[in-house]
């Protein structure tokens, strides 16, 4: 199952998410996310146009995705024991 339209109904369908929405999206506090891009270790890539932070819905769609599926495989693996 893809993310993209969980994500992209969190925004009324737009394909760009400002830095707030993606935060809010995967779980982050807003400060969270700010330091993490300056550290270059946001999960989710960005772009700034102007002063502002945007991303691709299919871009956070994919992350929630890989989350999803690292666990699923780590509750598998749990089962398996």
Do not use: C
């Not at 993606?22 to 891009?37: M, P, Q, R």
């Amino acid at each position: 199952m893809n993310a993209l339209f969980f994500v992209m109904g969190q925004v009324g369908g737009r394909l760009l998410l400002n830095l707030e929405e993606t935060a809010n999206v995967i779980g982050y506090e807003v400060s969270t996310a700010h330091s993490k891009i300056a550290k270059g270790e946001f999960p989710v890539p960005m772009r700034k146009q102007g002063n502002k932070w945007f991303a691709d819905a299919r871009d956070v769609a994919s992350f929630l995705d890989a989350m999803r599926a690292e666990a699923r495989k780590a509750h598998d693996a749990m089962k398996r024991l």
